[in-house]
């Protein structure tokens, strides 16, 4: 499709205000009035959608007979037989219709498979759910430009007016000015806010009559106290004061160093070797709060209080070794997630503590992350059918009920809206090997989905036993310490971000390594000095530098 500037350009503030949530084929839940009704909804959501494009100058079927053809990933816990059977596509088909042949890639496979298609030059019209951000920017140029004058204005409104209220083209926008994708998923999420989180079992507390440690000294008396006592009753010195696990995302070691000042923007422990203070990027690996970081949790591992297989297990051994009943103090999203609910209660959020004389403990995560796939949805350079594509994704995304249909199937199942809001339901026809999530992952796209603003997004149902409650609860008691200094959301120039992904390479695996060393045998003046000289031969003041520009570019 060669390129042209519209005279037509129109402004659309759309009608809408916005889960997550995946393995054999099980069948639908069976009809319900409730369901029927829901459907009576989703059609009549489909006709206002409709109606109001048309009034708006593009009708929502102007380009009905169209075929587009999207390379979509399939998740691993979709037990659906194609992509056309969920609900939302059933409908953007009927309303607009516009014929789609997904292209379906296997979660597993995705990333080679993609790499594969973007190398061979025979592409799709778009792109759901399959592009990482290393492959656009490697390949920018095979995706469509979508900053050309006019173009979202007139075939995408709605997605127009959700950018507008949150600034979202500044996050989409290439150094070059060109706009190659559109977002998924939704804008933030409160409840990921924190990554992992660091939980203690208060009933082995309860039972020592010991309080939630506060300080680093009364941390390692705690830990002390869980491995010289039967804490679980079977006669057996099998308890593990503290785990974590190099294989999970929510358990990294790196998060361990948060009562130490140092936090990333998310688990991943490359994200805590860098720091935004006072609107620098400070390189955490100079300093001697990670040197103390090491040397405090090396003290640990000597006395056994600390597993250190948790470099080497599973994520398999990890959850084993919980559900054995072993473990006193762990990282995890939600012991929610991890046990039954009786169990699940034994555990309490252990907030960072204090470990050095003028350190402000701090918490991984980011308060204002932006939780939305930047690169979710994409066309080809050389489609044919841009506007097509265009306005079949503005009718998903045109309403409320449209964007929750795509992100968690039908509407009276997994979510409805009561009193103007979201909330979770437990859909019907679930089964032992078909659970809540295979549901959404079946039925809907879940973060695949359109783009939801903030004051979309679910809001709970009180639950004293939901774990998205409890969850909310344990961010709570955290989120004052997660900083609200960080990296932005920002797409860079490619031969920049690739010079800086060849310096990760091996700077990532130098550093990862050293803490694992330095845990398991000490820290000596000279292993710390020869480290220290190790990051200057791998860049890292390059690598930091990398982020400065980022900083720099959004002041």
């Not at 939980?199 to 830990?223: C, H, R, S």
């Not at 309403?399 to 009193?419: F, H, M, P, S, Y």
């Amino acid at each position: 499709m060669k390129k042209r500037t519209l005279s037509m350009m129109l402004t659309m503030a759309m009608t809408a205000a916005c889960l997550a949530g995946c393995g054999e084929k099980a069948a639908a839940p069976a009809e319900s009035a409730e369901q029927s009704a829901a459907e009576e909804n989703q059609d009549s959501a489909a006709e206002e959608s409709a109606e109001e494009a048309a009034a708006e100058g593009v009708a929502v079927d102007a380009y009905a007979g169209t075929t587009i053809t999207v390379a979509v990933n399939k998740a691993a816990l979709d037990k659906g037989e194609s992509f056309n059977d969920k609900p939302i596509f059933k409908m953007a088909e009927e309303a607009t219709g516009i014929k789609v042949e997904f292209i379906e890639i296997e979660e597993a496979n995705n990333g080679d498979k993609m790499n594969i298609i973007l190398a061979s030059g025979d592409l799709p019209d778009a792109f759901l759910g399959v592009l990482n951000e290393s492959q656009m920017a490697a390949s920018i140029d095979s995706f469509y430009d979508l900053s050309e004058e006019g173009l979202l204005e007139t075939y995408a409104p709605n997605v127009v007016a959700d950018y507008e209220k949150m600034d979202g083209f500044s996050v989409l926008t290439w150094p070059d000015g060109s706009i190659r994708s559109l977002m998924t998923g939704p804008q933030t999420s409160y409840n990921n806010a924190a990554d992992g989180i660091m939980v203690i079992n208060k009933a082995w507390l309860d039972q020592l009559g010991l309080d939630i440690p506060k300080t680093a000294d009364e941390f390692y008396e705690v830990l002390k106290a869980f491995k010289e006592n039967d804490m679980n009753g079977n006669g057996l010195a099998d308890e593990i004061p503290l785990e974590f696990s190099a294989s999970n995302w929510a358990a990294q070691i790196m998060n361990l160093a948060n009562p130490w000042g140092i936090a990333g923007q998310s688990s991943s422990n490359s994200d805590h070797y860098v720091m935004v203070k006072d609107g620098q990027a400070v390189g955490t690996l100079y300093t001697e709060e990670f040197r103390a970081f090491l040397e405090y949790y090396h003290k640990l591992a000597e006395e056994g209080l600390i597993d250190m297989e948790g470099f080497s297990q599973t994520s398999e051994q990890y959850y084993a070794k919980l559900k054995a009943n072993q473990v006193g103090c762990y990282l995890a999203w939600s012991p929610y997630s991890n046990f039954d609910v009786e169990t699940a209660r034994d555990y309490v959020v252990l907030k960072p503590f204090t470990a050095m004389e003028g350190v402000e403990p701090k918490k991984t995560g980011n308060q204002e992350r932006l939780f939305a796939t930047r690169t979710g949805f994409a066309i080809a350079a050389d489609s044919e059918n841009v506007e097509a594509v265009l306005t079949w994704w503005n009718y998903m995304s045109s309403t409320l009920e449209l964007k929750w249909i795509a992100r968690c199937g039908e509407q009276g199942n997994a979510w409805d809206i009561v009193d103007g809001k979201v909330v979770s339901r437990t859909p019907e026809g679930l089964s032992e090997g078909f659970t809540e999530t295979d549901y959404q992952y079946t039925y809907a796209c879940v973060d695949r989905a359109p783009f939801l603003l903030s004051e979309e997004t679910m809001v709970a149902e009180e639950k004293e036993d939901d774990a998205t409650w409890v969850r909310q609860c344990m961010v709570d008691e955290v989120f004052d310490m997660i900083p609200t200094e960080v990296i932005p959301a920002a797409f860079v120039d490619p031969d920049d971000a690739m010079a800086h992904s060849l310096i990760a390479t091996e700077l990532i695996s130098m550093a990862d390594n050293f803490v694992a060393t330095s845990i398991a045998d000490g820290v000596t003046d000279d292993s710390w000095n020869a480290f220290q000289e190790s990051l200057v031969g791998l860049q890292y003041d390059e690598w930091l530098a990398y982020y400065q520009r980022i900083l720099d570019a959004q002041k």
